[in-house]
């Protein structure tokens, strides 16, 4: 299929749109800024700029089968002022109304737009205290100018109510209502790994309200279930089917890091801290996933262990993931990536990095490399071993001598839509344990991004003038 998907480039899009790719179907995504993430995604996608605000241009429907909407303003990020409610609820409302509007025009000139799957949330619920929810229990009362609870359960509704205002009847609609996701690599998870490493972890307000949560594989495999089960509409809850009260959940997080999570934040001081949204977060909601059991889905992580284990595989390290489609052939991408002298072309400037040698000819397990760089402005000389190297698949070189009491970096590369996916994924520790991740942790994670970020673009740049496509043709 062809698939129309907004949303691609945050935490959940990147997860889906690989995973669709991955099961044959060719991408059309919307983006505020093209020329940031073209070449830069986890898949092959056609990218169109869209503000979310307009009508979409009625040539970004053009063959397309279904819409997936995931595009919308963060919750979770600052506190809760009039304005920023009213910015909060208009880029869900506004955006889905324009799509359904654009959805509805493409089928009365002849498009055979099939399925419009929305995201929503659990928040669509309110605060319920012990009562198990399904998709058949009814609603909160959303009031907009009511309780952070109330509010989030309006725009929910509104939500949901602009998926289907205006869209014929020949489209099939649902709206996935999402939990909590937990990933390592951003959200909520990745927002309490430093807190829950240190060791000041612990129970929110009284720890008895229960948390609907799901794993991120999970949520973009259930995404791709709803896809392609005709039988699923309305809501769907996109949460694992085992909730928790957030005091288990917090003793898991602690156990998964092998630390104590007992501190507890009392209500009032997060009301400090977040201020209206504090209700949000200490609000219970106990949600089962009816329809997705029903409907045949199995879910990789039932129970929150399951999940946490996945995600934290090496408590004690920081991990970093990135992902890269890249339009080029795996006999070309696997030979860039496999001479240490292009290492100085994706790198940024600020740390100046230099090659100084190698033990052997070419790249081989074995093989020593140093280099030169600054770090902060301070010279340090780094000395790696290759001790995983598998042509046209994998190396992995790890930190013999260097700034970090730990750095193992796997370099990953599949096949994928006539090109291939570039993996990186990094396990790092710093020198002197809790104290300098206390001392340095934020500042080092930062950086880390940065230059991750810098060699995404460079990437993109260099195999820009690649003879593959940035598409696919899709099933």
């Excluded at 790719?21 to 092959?44: D, E, I, M, N």
């Excluded at 963060?74 to 920023?84: F, H, L, V, Y």
């Excluded at 205290?129 to 609870?149: I, K």
């Excluded at 229960?210 to 495999?221: E, G, K, N």
Aim: aromatic share 8%; hydrophobic share 40%.
């Amino acid at each position: 299929m062809k698939i129309l998907l907004t949303g691609a480039t945050g935490l959940v899009g990147q997860e889906l749109g690989l995973e669709l790719v991955r099961q044959g179907h060719a991408l059309v995504v919307t983006t505020r800024t093209p020329s940031k993430w073209r070449g830069a995604l986890s898949f092959p996608a056609t990218l169109i700029e869209w503000d979310g605000k307009t009508a979409l241009q009625q040539t970004a429907f053009a063959g397309v089968d279904a819409v997936i909407h995931l595009a919308g303003e963060s919750i979770a990020s600052g506190r809760w002022s009039d304005e920023r409610k009213e910015s909060i609820l208009k880029s869900r409302v506004q955006s889905t109304r324009q799509l359904a509007a654009g959805i509805a025009e493409a089928v009365q000139a002849g498009q055979k737009i099939r399925t419009f799957i929305c995201a929503s949330a659990v928040g669509i619920y309110g605060d319920r205290a012990e009562q198990e929810l399904t998709e058949e229990s009814p609603s909160s009362d959303g009031d907009r100018n009511g309780s952070a609870v109330e509010f989030l359960a309006h725009v929910c509704q509104e939500w949901e109510k602009a998926a289907i205002e205006g869209l014929p009847a020949s489209v099939r609609a649902a709206q996935v209502r999402i939990g909590i996701v937990l990933s390592s690599q951003g959200g909520a998870l990745a927002q309490m790994l430093p807190i829950f490493k240190k060791g000041a972890g612990g129970p929110l307000g009284g720890g008895n309200q229960w948390m609907s949560w799901i794993h991120v594989s999970d949520l973009a495999r259930l995404f791709c279930h709803v896809l392609s089960t005709d039988a699923l509409s309305g809501g769907v809850n996109g949460v694992s089917s085992h909730p928790v009260r957030n005091r288990d959940f917090t003793h898991a997080l602690g156990a998964a890091l092998h630390r104590p999570a007992l501190l507890p934040t009392p209500a009032t001081a997060l009301k400090l801290v977040l201020g209206g949204f504090a209700q949000a977060v200490l609000s219970s909601q106990k949600v089962m996933p009816s329809k997705a059991l029903e409907s045949g889905f199995k879910f990789r992580f039932e129970q929150l262990e399951e999940a946490l284990a996945d995600l934290i595989p090496n408590p004690a390290d920081e991990r970093l993931i990135t992902r890269q489609w890249v339009a080029a052939g795996l006999d070309q991408v696997f030979g860039f990536f496999s001479d240490a002298v292009n290492l100085e072309r994706i790198t940024p400037p600020f740390l100046n990095f230099q090659v100084l040698g190698m033990s052997t000819a070419r790249i081989q397990k074995g093989s020593l490399i140093d280099y030169r760089l600054k770090l902060r402005g301070l010279p340090v000389k780094w000395r790696t071993l290759i001790d995983k190297w598998e042509p046209q698949s994998a190396f992995v070189d790890t930190q013999l001598k260097g700034p970090y009491q730990k750095w193992h970096h796997a370099h990953r590369f599949e096949t994928l839509a006539g090109g291939v996916l570039v993996e990186d994924e990094v396990f790092y520790r710093l020198p002197m344990s809790w104290l300098g991740d206390l001392v340095a942790g934020a500042y080092v994670r930062g950086d880390v991004q940065k230059i991750f970020d810098y060699r995404r673009q460079a990437i993109a740049e260099i195999f820009s003038g690649s003879p593959a496509e940035n598409t696919n043709e899709g099933r």
